[in-house]
Every structure is written in structure tokens, then in C-alpha cells.
């Protein structure tokens, strides 16, 4: 049973010092301390279904490697070469028929990320193909989602997203498939992309159209505290987060009761926003790329019964969308601007404020601050 | 009465150090010892001449909002939200009818700065509008000018430019009104320029069209010492610096006597040159971006009665000097070039680069070595 | 005599360390303690033929102008003014008349760089003319090709160069005149390129066209230690290394018996990379411009004899080593790339790989390390 609340802003709390969106050692400091640490959503299962299947990642700084092994599992490994350091592969998509070579001196790995052969290497004194595996990385399915950790010992992904588990059950995620995507470079810091997606104090003034099929007022927070925030708003009876307001796709087949008149908002930290609608799914993957840029991954998933009708079309939540994510993204910009002054001082938040506050507080544990 | 003297530089005088034109250190150390305590030029009265209209100036990192109030009173401010820190304003210029509103929540101020309206706002425990006007800065208008400090407790504009107070009131510069515009990018140190500026020894050499009209030997300067250099040359009796050396325009109401045959040549640290004709003021705004960068911004200031009539044409006066202009950043541009090479050293001021001297002495000065 | 032996790696041999290839401070030390100690060749004596030609070359971040003067003496000097510091000379190639003028104030230099005037510093007391020469490096000319030293105190040519003074004789690399030039920008750290050069256990992977006409296990090394490695590979019989594997060219004048099926490959640390074939020369000048990046311009050289006919054309050589430089700066990208993970570790060298082993060695020596 969730319990629900507003989760008012403790009064005096206050927007971060400016170093945390300005200083690039802070944001070096993130990248070692979070984003190497935590559980991050790089992809979907669907996108390497097959054993030989691989996809790349880029997380930060690193190029990921995303195979799926002859046994079906999905197994993820640092794209580099234990001989001399080379790029294994370049390819964005693609299906290793049996082994991974190397394209400098094809020396050559399993699926597994074994080394399986290196050419002359049985000369060296002293070499053994059983040190030389690929550098590998945690990776865990969940939710038809891929996620990896990049730390040297992970904290285990059933630990850490304990309070999400079973959360998402009635929209069976594992089931949905890819609608649309569209990529964003944002100039604004990440954080103020979470914070923005944090409250709905700014919608009357910034979405229009989002307020007229969604009351701004409406909903509560079921997470307020810790990595995962969130709750619903309402949308309204009959009604859909399109460019219309209505579609003609039913909610998705788990979906029932007040459920079809939800959509729930969630920020996962530190990389994932997730919109639950009653008949579809949109998911944010955040990348910061600088201390004052932001790439965006939105991604709109459907009921693979819904999109095999031959009237389907996703367009009607993705404009809708898009247009709300650019009015977004336009004051996440403007706001990076302004914090970057030297005449920026924190300032204080309003009681709608309140997952602003929770954000800024679990971000400054994760620094250890 | 004004003294003039040639002011020869002192003997053994030399060029600066190399790392004050290369070194990023530096360059942090000018803009916040120098340009963040200095009144700079950012612009001038009549670009808002009603209340309500505002006007952006970027000053170094910082954009600032230049509003004339319903008093009359023109007033600086950072352009940043007291509340998340949003940029307030993006067009360079316009009007606000009442208030200056926040894009992103809306909070509202006056044309004063103060704190109108901050939506559910009065919810929040202690919060007090008064409690977060917009950041001001120090402004001043000045021979039709517009003169911004940005530091905290600015030393008066008065103390600060009492020896030119009243220098220029024959050319009654608060009624001259802008003929034409002309922005550079250069690829060369802030110092570079005014150092440019302030010696014609160049100029057989670089200007043969300047000094046609204009010999390089000629004149004496009056101000000799301190943040304020420069003197008057000969202009050919008769004529003007323009294209031609002749120009139609009578000369500006107030010029007198023999300053119908000089131009006079200020700089005004940091960031003014002045450039007096009998007929047109020229004045050079300039704004370092880099240690090896700045934007120049050159504006041509002409007699209304004269622009008035129906041949008037500011070209003549325009070309002459984006000709002279082009060159003088051209031989900038290969110095600032020749100065990074780790085989330069100091060089030998000849007696025509006294300005230059002083212009080094006044700069070390500021930044308190 | 020369020795000749395959100079195996020893065992336990590794790659060199993450920061080498990727951290900025390591590449300034490489640039004082190797780039700006070192003999570079910069170009080819026959670019300043005649007294007053001149040339300039980039030498990381300085401008060099190698001017020969009246007596037939090449010089080097670094390209700014003694008086500002200003930039000499923007052109590329080309010939002074009499003298050096700077284009600022007209300061004047020989050819020998001594200071001939400077307008109205005669007025300046204590000012002298000798003590203003331009700054100047040491440059030799040997086999055709001009090589300077930027270091105060550099080590004489002779004595840098003993191990190849009269080693490549045959050659008659002076006589030579250039056939072809392509520039490169090849985005992996310089040291990397040294090491695609210094092995072929990479050629049957990546370079099938080149293994068709040379196998790739043939030849050995005569020089497999110090700033000088490499050695000579078999070119098969009556064949040449062009896209056909023939060639209409005689051999090279002096080019007698074996050399006629060899082609020698020798490293000159830190810049050049020369293959001397029996019907051309190719040299690759390597520059340093980031951490990560690389200049490579190469260069064909032929005998004029044969470029005096008028069926020459030397694309057939040009062609067939372009394809395999772009072969070899594919892999030193995705290597490049591959080292710059936070994963990577040194690995194993294989036996082919003994010359890297000494180039890293010899890095570390030049290093200090």
C-alpha cells in the first residue's frame, strides 16, 4: 500500500551554490563518485534479442559493449583490446557470428569476454589467454530495461532499486516496444534537468498545453525521500497526454481503475526520468556531457498489440511530448545561464518545490557532502 | 588650462612580460581586479530613452539589464531570477510595460529591482519579497553615455573620472546621436589594442591613407599619466579623416578655433578609446574574451542637425577609419602571435611609445604589482 | 658490417601507461624535454635554394623561419620582432630581397638575423643594435633535409646523429627532389604512430595489399636500441611497393644488389619515420598538436633523372602508401581511443613487437623516467 503526500520544501531550504553547475571539478568529481557508481539505463533487452546481438553504450567518458551470450544472457564489457588498448568495435548495432576480433591484431574473444586466441602470443614466456580477458561490467535486465554499473564492486541492483522492484508491475515494461525516440543536447547541467522535471509550480506558465489535459495542482508524491522521487498527477477523465488531449489507443492491458487517469512521473538517479501513461511509457536516459551540457535520450514505448494495428501511430504523444521537453529544456538553459553569474545566490524554494529539495539532498550524500 | 608634452617613454623602458598576454591566470586575475572594479562603457542614454525600456550589455561573463525606470532613472541589474537563478531576459533590447517577469516562475519585479510578486510564495515560513530585489549594479550616465561598475562598493564615477569631467564639453557628446556600428572580432590581447593606440610610430608604416591627411609627427598630449592617456594630432587645415580627406559636414556646434584642425586620441582604461574630430566622435568599446581575444565595438557619433539633412552620409568618416581599424588589428593580431613564443622577450620602447609606458605602469598598477 | 637480428620483446615487455597517451601535463613535458630538445627535420634544402628564399616551419607551438643567406648558410630564427615581439613573416615560403622587415615599425634584420635599423631608437639612450638580433635556433642540413633544435644548448647534429651519418649513403638522399606531399590529421598521440610504424605482426590483418608485395615475416633489424630503430623487409623479387607491386623506375643510382629487394625502415626519434625503398624515399615528419592528436605530412622523394622523364608519374607509390597510412591511422585512432578508457591496462607485447619495447624504453630515458 503507497502512502501519498505533497512533500512540502522544509522552510529555508534553498537552491545549490553555484560551483555545483559551474566548476568543472565538481563535475569530474560526479562522474567518479555517481555516474561510475550507480546503476545507469543504457538501453532495451529487445535491442540485442539473439545471442551474437551487441549494441554500444556510451556512458560519460566510456564506450560499453552490450552482448548477449549464446545462453542468453546479456553481458557488458569495456570496449577495448587487452593487447595494445584498441577499439574493439565502432559499430553502433550489430551480431558477432561467433567471437570478438580485434581489428589490430585479431586477437579474439568469447562471448563471455574470454580470450580465445591471440596470434604468436604462445611464444611470450610466461602468457596465458586466461589473464587477458575483456574488462567487464555489471549489467542487469529489469523492466525489458538494460542497466550497467561501471564500479569496481557494484552494490547490487536488487538492493538498490529494492523500493522500485515491483513498483511498475501493472504497465509490463518487459513487454512494451520502441515508438519513437528523439535525442536532445540540452546546454544546461543535469541536475537542473531533474529538478525541472521535479516540479509542476513552473506548468501553468511554461506548458499551456500540458495544464489544459493535466491540472497543475492535481496529484501527490508516493517517493519523497532517497534515488527514487515521485507520484502522479491526474490527466483528465477520458482523456490522454496527446497533442489532442484524446487517443484512440486502449490503456495498456495492465493498467486499470484510477490508473487510467494517472500518469505517474518518476526520477530514477542519477540518469533516467520515467513517465508512466495510462497507454504508453516515455523514458528520459540523462548524459551529462560537460558541466553545462546535457545529451537527452527520450524514448516512447507502446503495447506491441497496439502498434500492430494497422492505424497505429505514435506521433500524437510524441509532438505532444517534444513540445513540452523543448519549453522545458529552453529554461533549464535559461537557467544555466543565470546560475553561471557571479551574482547567483542560492535562493528559496516554494512548498511545491519540495522533490527539489530531496533531490539536492540525496545528491549531496551521494558526494559525501 | 591643459600642459602638453611629447612624453617620451623613460629609458630602459621595455614591453611587458610575456604571461601577461598569454597566461589564462592572468587573464582570471584582470577581469576581477580590473574589469569587475572599473566603470566601463556599456552603451548610451538614448538606447532607452522611455521608462520601461531596457537594453542587455554583456560585460565579460556577465550579462547585464539596463532598464530606465518610470522616474527617468537609468538602473543596472544582473539578469538572473532570485529564485532558481533563471536569466530574466534574452532579447538585447525592448520594453517592459510594467514589471520585468522571471520566464520560468514568473516572479515579477519592478523597473527598480524590487520584488513584486513571487506565486505561493507567502506560503513559505519567513519568506519576505523585500528580502530578494535583483541584484543591482552601479550605473551612471555620462556624456550621453552609459557607465556600469560591476564591484561591490564602487569607488564614485565622479572621483573616478574627475579629470575628464569637464574635458569634452565642446563637443557636447549628450547630443550626438549614433551614425553607424561596427563590431571586430580580434585575435589579440585587450592591452594589445589600447598599447596600438597610443603611439603613431606605426602609422607611416600601416595607415599611408591616415597619414595623408593627418601627419604622424604631429601634435602633443595632455594627459600623460594615470588610467586617462592621450593628446590631439594635426589634421591638413581644411580638411577631415575621412575617405577622401574632405568631408561636407560643418564642424560639431560647439568646436572652436584650432580644434577644428585636431583629432583628439583618449583612452580611457580599461575598455574606451575616444576619438574627437571636429566633425564626429568615434569611440571604441572594447571587451576581452580570452587572453588572446577581444570584440571591439566601434561607434560612430554624429551632429543630429547634420544627420538631419537629406545628403548626409556617415560613410566617408566610416570607411576611413574600418580601413584604419583593419590594420591596426592586423599588426594586434601578429603580435599577440609573435608574443606566445617562448623565445620572446621584453623589447626596447622607443621615445614615441611614452603612452604606452604609462598605459603599462597604470595597468600593473591595478593589479597591484 | 651491420648486425642484423628479429630483437624480440623481453619478457614481461607491456604497453606504456594510460597517462602517456592521454594526460596533458605528460604531453607539455614531452614538448620541453623531447619536442623542443630534440633534432627535428622541418623540410628540404631545396625549398631555400638561392640566398634570401626562406621557408617557415611549425615546430608545436612556434613558428620557425628558416632563411638561407647570402653566403649559401641555412639559419633558423624564431619569427618575431626583438622590439614588440611582433610576427615577422605570415607566408609560408618565399624570398627576402635584402633584408627581414617587421611589418609594425620597420624594424630590420639581415639574413643572419643581426638587427640593421630601427627607426628613432637611435634617440633612446643606451639602445645598441647588437643586442637586438633575432632569436635563433640551430639548424643542420644533412642528406637534403634541414633539421633544427630550439634547445639553448643543443646537442650537436654529428654527435646525436653518429649511428646514421654515412649509413644511408647509397641512397643519395641529397640528390633526390620531391615527387608527392600529403598531410594528414591523424587524432591518436604521437607515440602511437612510432609504434604502428615499429611492427608488422599487424601488417596480414591490416595491410593486404602490402603483404602481397613484402611478406610480412621476412627481414630483420639493424638498429634495435637507442633514439634509432629498424631495419629492412623483403620486397619480392623484381617487384616494387606500388599498387601494381612493379614499376617501370630503375632502381636509385647507388642502390646496389640486395637493397634492390629490400625496403628499410628506420624510426628517427622523435619526429621522422624513413623508408627507403629501391626506386623512392618516403618520409613521414610526425607532429605533435594535442595529447591526442597528430600532423603527419609525408613526403615521396625520387630521382630527378627519373622525374625528368616524361612518362613519370609517381602516384603509383603515392597511391599504394596512402592506402596503407590510412590503414595505419584507423587502428592508431581506435587505439587512441580504446587507451582512454578508465579501463585500460598495459598489455603483453608480442616478440614482433621488440622495436616497441625499445621506443617505450627509450621515451622513458628521454623522459627521465
Redesign the interface.
Known sequence: MLAFQKAA?P??AQ?LAQSFYTCAKVFAREAEQIF?QQWLCVGRSEQIPQGGDYLLAQVL???ILLVRDKSGRARAF???????????C?EVQGHFPQAIAC????WSYGLDGSLLAA???R?????DVAD?PL?ACALVEWEGFLWVN?AGDPQPFAAAFAPLLERFTPWKMTDLRLGHRIDYDVRANWKLLF?NYAEC??CS??HPQLVKHSPDQSGCNDLWEGPFLGGYMDINPGGSLTVTGQTTRSALPGVQGENRERVYYYSLFPNVLLSLHPDYVMVHQLWPEAVDRTRVVCSWFFDPMAMAKPDFDPLDAVEFWDLTNRQDWH?CE??Q?????????P??????EGLLAAFDREYLRMLGL
Do not use: D, K
Not at 103 to 106: L, N
Not at 347 to 352: I, N, R
Open positions: 520544501a522552510a529555508g537552491t561510475y567518458a566510456e564506450s569495456f570496449n577495448l583490446c587487452r593487447h595494445r588498448g584498441t577499439r574493439l565502432t581489428p589490430y591484431h585479431a596470434r604468436h602470443m611464444e611470450v614466456e610466461g602468457f587477458y574488462h561501471l529538478q509550480y513552473h506558465l511554461i529554461v535559461l537557467t545561464q543565470g546560475v553561471s553569474s557571479r551574482a547567483y545566490t535562493g528559496p524554494y516554494a512548498h511545491q
